[in-house]
């Protein structure tokens, strides 16, 4: 089956982290947003302004193959619900 590869940059560092596969970009930003905003510190949201989301490309997980395809997805803190504005009364 082939997943799509996803990693974290640090642009402070400018390293990628550790690649990880997802279904899609739907399944990888649902789990993303789940991860800034959990109150324990996690590589994702410690320092959430200096991170982004990439994808890879594809990794089949019969043949081993890998298609290398890199495109910027989001930055992290985009990825924070912004609370709703209240209407001026």
Do not use: H, W
Not at 20 to 48: P, S
Not at 62 to 71: L, N, Q, Y
């Amino acid at each position: 089956m082939t997943q799509k590869l996803y990693t974290i940059k640090d642009t402070v560092t400018g390293e990628m982290l550790m690649p990880f596969t997802q279904v899609n970009d739907a399944t990888m930003l649902r789990g993303a947003k789940i991860m800034v905003k959990v109150k324990e510190e996690n590589f994702l949201n410690q320092n959430i302004k200096d991170k982004q989301i990439y994808r890879l490309g594809t990794f089949d997980n019969v043949t081993g193959e890998i298609k290398s395809e890199v495109k910027f997805i989001c930055n992290a803190i985009d990825l924070l619900e912004k609370p709703e504005r209240t209407a001026k009364k």
